[in-house]
Nanobody
Framework: QVQVVESGGGLVQAGESLRLSCIVS????????MGWYRQAPGKQREWVAD???????NYSESVKDRFTISRDNAKNALYLQMNSLKPEDTAVYYC????????????WGQGTQVTVSS
């Protein structure tokens, strides 16, 4: 059973930084694209950033120039370095991994809470 586990969330003040991590375990399948999404209270889940297996990143406009996504394929790991955090970044952050087992399937973590106080 594939497991996707996020960590690194917490409570910080505006302007501070956090680094989220995500580990995909128990997978015998190839991991393709990986990404981060977030969901604020009362809002729909939104895409934050993603990265291809070869390391090409993409960012939403709201986090571009503040967040950096990276991955370590040897460790089946995904990271999100978040700098200059703003109160509007407050949300539950979810890791997404696309695994190929003949078809491309989405796997999600349980989420990690990020709270930014003003």
């Amino acid at each position: 059973q594939v497991q996707v586990v996020e960590s690194g969330g917490g409570l910080v003040q505006a302007g501070e930084s956090l680094r989220l991590s995500c580990i995909v375990s128990r997978s015998v399948f190839s991991i393709h694209g990986m990404g981060w999404y977030r969901q604020a209270p009362g809002k729909q889940r939104e895409w934050v950033a993603d990265i291809t297996r070869s390391g090409s990143p993409n960012y939403s406009e709201s986090v571009k120039d503040r967040f950096t996504i990276s991955r370590d394929n040897a460790k089946n790991a995904l990271y999100l370095q978040m700098n200059s955090l703003k109160p509007e970044d407050t949300a539950v952050y979810y890791c997404n991994a696309k695994l190929w087992d003949g078809v491309l399937r989405d796997y999600w973590g349980q989420g990690t809470q990020v709270t930014v106080s003003s």
